[in-house]
């Protein structure tokens, strides 16, 4: 049993490798328009830049509060254990 599942898991990781491509994330108007608009003091880019971190910082909050919770209730299973 614990044999195919390690053949089930390398075969995923494999074909998971291999599937691999290159991607572009804006396109050239809007990577254009923010690089340019920053130096022109266009407020459009700012609200790009701002969105792109926005966007970025809400994955990484939900990660820490599930980290808090988990830590919360690791903490309260090991205190009722103990006493």
Avoid: D, H
């Amino acid at each position: 049993m614990k044999k195919a599942f390690l053949i089930i898991l390398l075969f995923i990781a494999v074909f998971a490798g291999t599937g691999i491509t290159n991607a572009s994330a804006q396109c050239a108007m809007c990577t254009i328009n923010a690089e340019q608009g920053v130096k022109n003091g266009n407020t459009q880019a700012k609200g790009i830049n701002s969105g792109v971190l926005y966007l970025m910082a809400i994955p990484y909050l939900m990660i820490a509060a599930l980290g808090v919770l988990w830590y919360k209730r690791y903490r309260n299973a090991n205190t009722s254990k103990t006493s």
